[in-house]
Every structure is written in C-alpha cells, then in structure tokens.
C-alpha cells in the first residue's frame, strides 16, 4: 500500500503561483511513477503531468506545458507540482497519483494509488 497526501492548494489570484506537494508513505516510493491529475467542477479528472520513477522522464497535457512543472524527492518521498501564470480555468481539485507502469502512464486506470486532493481556485 501507498498513501498519497496532498498540500500546497488554496486561493489565488490569475497569474499567481501555487507548489502543490504530494508526500508518499508505505512502500517504497521511488519504484513508482507519479502523476497529477485534476477535476474541475462538473468535469472528468483530467491528466495534468507525469514523471518517471527517477525523475529523469516527464510528459505534460498540452495545456500546461511550459506553465507547471512536476518534480520529485525520493529521499523525502515526496513529488511536487509547481504551478505559474495561473488561470481560473486551473481551478480545480488536484490529485497525485502513483503508478506501477514503467511507461508513460497518463490515463487514470494506469494508476494504482490515489491522494485525497487538494482544492486550487484561481481568480479572475
């Protein structure tokens, strides 16, 4: 088992910035890939990024490349999200997720593990 919780939401203004934490325990953490997902009220959970189990290996949904960026501390089991030039359309729950696929998990069922959320609301 892993348990996955999340940090680092809340309120922010459009162009701001927020860094989402996601910190692992139970089994070892650096044998999985990570990703975060989000849904927005009234939509499906979307794929937002992914990274490999080394860190070495990432892929982002169109839409947030060049404004998120995901990395992750094996020595403190922990993976982040760091999130610029914010719009509300980024408003949204966002999960982490851990994945025993050694590819480039970006669909949900390829996730075997699930953090409860955390809430990001960005304004206009």
């Known amino acids: 088992q892993v348990q996955l919780v999340e940090s680092g939401g809340g309120l922010v203004q459009a162009g701001g910035s927020l860094r989402l934490s996601c910190a692992a325990s139970g089994r070892t953490f650096s044998s999985y890939a990570m990703g975060w997902f989000r849904r927005a009220p009234g939509k499906e959970r979307e794929f937002v990024v992914t990274i490999n189990w080394s860190g070495t290996t990432t892929y982002y949904a169109d839409s947030m490349k060049g404004r998120f960026t995901i990395s992750r501390d094996n020595a403190k089991n922990t993976v982040y999200l760091q999130m610029n030039s914010l719009k509300p359309e980024d408003t949204a729950v966002y999960y982490c997720?851990?994945?025993?696929?050694?590819?480039?998990?970006?669909?949900?069922?390829?996730?075997?593990?699930w953090g409860q959320g955390t809430q990001v609301t960005v304004s206009s």
């Open positions: 997720a851990a994945s025993g696929n050694r590819g480039i998990p970006t669909r949900t069922y390829m996730y075997d593990y």
